[in-house]
């Protein structure tokens, strides 16, 4: 299956709407296949405050949450793989003080697939001391939800960073660009990018100044910019190469990154009587309203608050990239909700079938 270069020229009119519309000041977008068919294009600024600035194809992005699957869930994998871990570990095996309300039994797989009970998010920033003080505040404080169903929490993904720095015996930024940005190439994929050309994000309305060059997540932001659930910046080229990389199944050109066992366990469907299907770190489809209208129920994705998102669909051999930076000058726009749903049924519009 190809696509028809038309159609999907109708869709990248899309970005161009989008932009006259104010759901977004820049975006960089990508969309391909698996047998090397790639489309990017960047249009827009990447600054709107206090003056107007063109976005290039080499600025990096502020990812947000995208950080969960392509920092984290991935370094997780690469250790799983070389047997240093398992997803029905628990918690305390490796953070010995996460217990008491339950949490001594508390898994692995359920960090990875929200279904832990630790509460969406809690301002550490307010609370504690520092990275360390706030692991703590998690594991003596914090009270788990009852009710086991999926709540997407940026705490199981700041305790997995925390599990994989200590089973690594370094940074997380360190262990990740070891075992996942330079195997796959990704030479402009890493947390506090210093002197490099960054993508705006906020007007902080405390500083009265935008927030650039440092990661938008005020937790994250907290932690020294680097953290398991936010603060990985990058490019889109060099998100196609990750996504390349998950459309083949884990393979990369002639090279194995992920295992074809792991990956399918990655990208299954853990959840699927809940309000939101989850495999380890990804959203899947199911029958959801998450990426659209148009992928198959196989098809998986994140998003990032910041306005962007990687989707890829294993039935219909796709990948979708959107990186945009909807919260500049303000979080209050959400336009970017509907148009990524628009987006991707008008790619998905555009396969070929005949071929």
């Known amino acids: 299956m190809s696509f028809n270069l038309s159609k999907l020229e109708k869709a990248f009119m899309l ?9 977004f000041p820049g975006v960089a977008a990508a969309v391909g296949d698996d047998k090397g068919f790639v489309r990017v294009e960047v249009k827009g600024n990447k600054r709107l405050y206090p003056y107007d ?23 997780l994998m690469k250790m799983l793989e070389s047997g240093l871990i398992s997803v029905y570990d628990r918690v305390s095996e490796y953070i010995p003080n996460f217990k008491g309300d339950g949490k001594d039994k508390i898994t692995i797989f359920q960090l990875l ?35 086991k169903n999926v709540e997407y929490s940026d705490l199981n993904f700041i305790l997995l960073g925390r599990i994989l720095e200590i089973l690594g015996g370094n940074r997380l930024d360190t262990l990740c660009h070891k075992e996942v940005f330079e195997p796959l190439g990704m030479k402009d994929t890493m947390f506090n990018p210093i002197g490099k050309d960054v993508v705006p994000t906020e007007l902080d309305k405390t500083t009265g100044k935008v927030i650039e060059g440092v990661c938008h997540d005020e937790n994250a932001r907290f932690f020294g910019g680097v953290s398991g659930h936010a ?10 190469k990750f996504a390349t990389m998950l459309i083949n199944f884990g393979r990369v050109r002639e090279e194995v990154f992920l295992s074809y066992p792991l990956f399918i366990r990655m990208i299954t469907n853990y959840t699927p009587n809940s309000e939101e299907n989850r495999g380890w770190g990804w959203v899947i489809k199911g029958h959801t309203a998450f990426g659209g209208d148009l992928f198959s129920e196989k098809a998986f994705g994140h998003t990032g608050f910041t306005g962007t998102s990687i989707w890829v669909d ?12 909807r ?24 396969l070929d079938w005949r071929n």
Not at 314 to 325: Q, R
């Open 15 to 23: 970005l161009d709407k989008g932009i006259e519309e104010g759901v």
């Open 53 to 75: 600035e063109k976005l290039n194809r080499e600025s990096l992005f502020d990812l947000a949450s995208l950080t969960k699957v392509v920092a984290t869930t991935m370094l």
């Open 113 to 147: 697939t929200h279904t832990s009970g630790l509460p969406a998010y809690l301002p550490f920033y307010e609370k504690c001391k520092d990275y360390l003080d706030s692991i703590n505040y998690i594991c003596e404080e914090v009270k788990l939800n009852p009710n």
């Open 231 to 240: 603060g990985l910046f990058s490019t889109i080229d060099d998100l196609v």
């Open 314 to 325: 294993p039935e219909y051999k796709v990948f979708m990239i959107l990186l945009t930076n």
């Open 327 to 350: 919260v500049h000058p303000t979080r209050e726009n959400v336009k970017i909700i509907r148009f990524r749903r628009l987006f991707h049924n008008a790619v998905l519009s555009a």
